[in-house]
């Protein structure tokens, strides 16, 4: 089943990002030559450490919320560590999060003379990326609501 973009949302220190326009997550792995003279004229690696960062896009909205383009930009002049978290923004969705800590090191701000004003933050991964997917949801739902079948695991025989 696809994920409908759509429904996940970014949020900063407990609070959606207002008037998200899109987010991206990017994470990357440096591979370390563990190459030698038994393995001829190819390669080996190895894996070493992870960097990951998400960047969002959203229009300007000033407010006290500390996921506002205002408290945001606050947050990287101060240099505030912040808790970042990918996450569904309806409760009976399967869940889908990603979460960490991160630093902000690039915080743009566009004030076009037509449309509205937008900002592009970077978020900056400081220390572990937790995913937590659940892949049991498919299973649990997948008999139609209108089905009057047994349970998906009958443990009277047990």
């Not at 969002?56 to 407010?63: E, F, L």
């Not at 500390?66 to 923004?89: F, H, P, W, Y």
């Not at 979460?99 to 978020?123: A, D, E, R």
Request: hydrophobic share 35%.
């Amino acid at each position: 089943m696809a994920i409908k973009g759509s429904i996940y949302g970014l949020k900063i220190e407990g609070h959606y990002i207002p008037c998200e326009i899109s987010c991206e997550l990017s994470v990357t792995r440096d591979m370390i030559g563990k190459s030698g003279s038994a393995h001829g004229k190819y390669r080996r690696y190895r894996y070493g450490y992870i960097d990951w960062q998400i960047t969002a896009d959203a229009r300007t909205v000033i407010s006290s919320l500390k996921s506002s383009a205002n408290r945001l930009l606050i947050s990287q002049l101060e240099g505030v560590e912040l808790d970042v978290e990918m996450t569904a923004r309806i409760s009976n969705t399967q869940a889908f999060d990603i979460k960490g800590k991160v630093l902000i090191p690039n915080f743009t701000l566009s004030m076009p003379n037509t449309g509205y004003s937008t900002y592009n933050v970077t978020f900056q991964g400081n220390g572990d990326l937790t995913v937590d997917a659940e892949e049991f949801w498919h299973i649990i739902n997948a008999q139609p609501y209108d089905s009057d079948k047994p349970n998906i695991v009958d443990t009277t025989n047990w």
